[in-house]
C-alpha cells in the first residue's frame, strides 16, 4: 500500500494483526481493538494511502534484554504461558500470549528506529507501542515490556548515539523512561503529563530533573486537571527551549491519547491538534538528526479520541497542508 510520494519519502506505518494483539480482554481499558479504532479513523481521513505500510516484527529474548532484567523476561514469559493472574499490582493481567504480544511491540518499535537511521523512511509509527511504564524488572500501568527503553538502549549500545531527546505527551507520566535513565545524560526526556497527585502513576514533579552526571537534562512539566491547550501550549515552550539545549541525534515521541479532552482515565483536555503540533514540530527538528522521528502510540482509552489524535499524528508526519 503506497501512495503518491517516493517510498523512501513516505512516512512508516506499522499495522498488522500481531502488533493489534496487545491488549487485554473482558472489557480492559487496553483493549485489543485499539488498532483497529485508529486504522478506521485513518482510512475515513484517506491517509492510509500516503504512509507506507510496514509489517510488525517481533523482537527475541536477546533484545528485549536491552532493557530488562532476564529473569523478568523469564517471569513474563512463564506467566503468559500459564495465563492467569497479573504481571503487577492488579492493572496488567497476565494474558496467555501477552508476552509474545509484548515482544511483537518492542521488535517493531526497533525495526522502526533501524529504519529511521538507514534513512529508508523519514519518520514512522507504531500506533500500538509506548509502553512507558513498564520497569527493567517489573510490568506497571498496562505496561508488559518498555519498547521505549529497548529502543533507547539500542541507540546507545548497537548505534553509539550519546544524545537521545524522548519526548512525552500521554497524561501520565512516563515513569519506566524516566526512572531508568534518570542519571543518565545521554538521554535527554521533556515529559507533559498530568500533575502526579492527581493521576497514576503519582511521579513526575517538575523538581525530578535528573540525577548526578545528567541533571538538567529531564524535564517535567506536571499540568493541573483541567488543563487545555493554552497550557500545552505554554508548556511546549519549554520543551523547545530543552530540546535546543539537547541537540538530539534521534527523536522519540510518546504521543498518548489520553491527554485528550473526555478520556475516561485521565483528566487533561488536550486535543488533536496537539497531537499534530508536537509531531510536527519535531518531525522538522529531526531533519537534522541521524534518524527522522519515531512516534509510539502510547495511552488512550477513547476510541475515538485515540483515532484522531493519532490521525493527525500521521497527517503531521507526512506534512500534509
Known sequence: MMGPTAESHAPCLYLGPTLGAYGFSGGHPFGPDRMEAFQKRLNEKGLDARVRICTPVRGDQTLIERFHTAEYVDQVRALSERGRGTLDFGDTPAEPGIFEAASVVVGTAVDAAERLLAGDCPSALVPIGGLHHARRHRASGFCVLNDCGVVIETLKTVHGCTRIAYVDIDAHHGDGVYYAFEADPAVWIADIHQDGRSLFPGTGDASEEGQGEAVGTKLNLPQPPGADTT???????????????????????????????????????????????????????????????LALGGGGYDRKNLGEAWSEVVAALIEEP
Open 231 to 293: 497550557a500545552f501550549y505554554s508548556a511546549w515552550e519549554r520543551v523547545e527551549a530543552h530540546l535546543d539545549r539537547a541537540r538530539p541525534e534521534f527523536i522519540i515521541l510518546q504521543c498518548g491519547a489520553d491527554s485528550m479532552a473526555g478520556d475516561p482515565l485521565a483528566g487533561l483536555a488536550f486535543t488533536p491538534e496537539t497531537h499534530r503540533w508536537a509531531a510536527s514540530r519535531l518531525l522538522e527538528r529531526s531533519k537534522d538528526c541521524r534518524g527522522g522521528l
